[in-house]
């Protein structure tokens, strides 16, 4: 048997969650305790057999009032392919005017996810 | 600049979300309300801030910084609030008159209340006081933010961190993935500053290591930071002799709190709280200078946003109902409210006579586990909550509904 105790961060709260499994960890084999809402639970399984994460970072941006936009992935990409996104991301540049949505790559690092812009750059005047 | 009003019901000062949620309350109320800001874009401190996590409160979604405040940009603009970018409000008087300045010019504003939602600033060296030679490569950590995602500059190659706040975590996250390598946090305190889930997403998974219980002792380097040295500090957070180590790095960035921005505030005779360093408001976020009101970080420094915004609109709606209906009649005392064990503090500081529901803000002193929050009248019970958790990194709200309305010489919050 194998115990672990995890920080919970899909949300403000951090729950602590106490995860027990015992061989590999699979979703059938994990038992989660200590999480406030069910969405720890799902957490804990994603976190202990492919964990993911949301990347934040920005691009160049031409022709704008700032030298940049910020981005997001549009939703969390596996952990290990991190640095591989924000590798790809360092040779993307767009023209201003750019908005909130805006898709400015896709299937990034082969994850199959979008990355959006977060932050609007209007053209400079 | 001609088309500007110069007389408004409420003036709110700050474009953060705080004053941004606190314009649009007010002028949902109905008030004509001028938000001024000196910036040129709205949003605040929030701008910079282009990791996730906010929102889920407020919206009950995972959005970024500048997403969350375009959320409240818009709100502004809808409710019809005028806005006064580019403009630092440079005078308050207690008559609610202010002095505008925007690009060399200056121009008076009137309001019949006014909101201030200045945010806070950095702590910075000069506060700490850490001995050693000054050379470059010293930054605050919300500095190094700014640099980063707002000018796309380059702060450093290999980072020590003083200071466990979020700000100072989300970089060494930020940093990492810019390609540098950030080779330690350093913690005065027992526990961390930032909140748990920070130290997780942000330290862990980079195996970046966190000394608790340490501090810096002398900063070294002629042009650029060289090296620092950091000990095991004690209780009294004094060094320990014999534990000091040098951590090479090119960059020191300095987690080590906020503060509220009150230089307007102080001018104008509000009154301050020794440990919030922000006003002594009541239960309807006003100072003691009448039809002046407080909210946001300038208030108290905040861990989430969603909850600077939230407290802006209930200000908001409080300095429209002031400017359009006249200062309250009432003149009962109002109820002193007090922290008790465990608490460092809690806002609002006072509460009126006759109020059937109450909203307290606190934080506790130190870290612990299953304990019970409760808020006393007089000694007797008026509601409690159970925490699993306790931490001073995070605030904690509690309503308290009193049907007969709030009757008491003092009003406590206590940990047991
Ligand atoms: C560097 C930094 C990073 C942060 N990162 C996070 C984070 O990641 N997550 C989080 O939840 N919280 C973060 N915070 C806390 C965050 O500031 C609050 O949660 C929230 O943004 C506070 O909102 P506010 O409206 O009170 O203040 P702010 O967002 O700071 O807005 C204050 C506004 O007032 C304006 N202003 C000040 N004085 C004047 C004047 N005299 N005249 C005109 N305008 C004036 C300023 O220009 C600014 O736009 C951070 C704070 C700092 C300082
Ligand atoms: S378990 Fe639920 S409440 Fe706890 S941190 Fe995770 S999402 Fe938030």
Redesign the pocket.
Known sequence: MTTKRLTCILCPNGCEVEVSYSGEPTPESISVDGNTCPRGVDYAIEELTAPKRTLTTSVLVYGGTQPQASVKTACPIPRESLFDAREALRRIAVDAPVAIGDVVASDIAGTGVDVIVTRPVPCSP | MSARTREADVVV???????LASAASAADAGAKVVL????RELG???N??I?D??GLHAFGEVLT?PEFAARYIDRAFDAGVEVHPN???AELEASRELVCTTLGERYPLRAASVVL????R?RTRGMLQIPGTRPAGVYT??TA?WLTNMRNLRVGKKILILGSG??GL?MARRLTWEGAEVVGVVELLPYPSGLPRNITQCLEDYGIPLHLSHSATCIHGRERVESVTVARFDGRRQPVPGTEFEIECDTLLLSVG?IP?NE?SRRVGVRLDATTSGAFVDDRHMTNVPGVFSC???LHI????DW?AEE?ARAGTQAAAYALGGPAKGGAKPIRIEPGDGIRYVVPQTASRGSKELLVSFRVTAPDENRTAEVLADGRVLASEDLRRAHPAEMVQMKVGCADGLDADRLEVRLT
């Open positions: 000062i700050g474009g953060g979300p705080a004053g001024v800001d000196r910036n605040g401190i929030l910079q801030c990791h996590g906010f910084g403009t630092t409000v939602a200045m945010g806070c950095e950590a919300g933010q979020d700000i989300i906020l921005e307007l946001g970080n300038v905040h861990d989430l946003a600077a802006g």
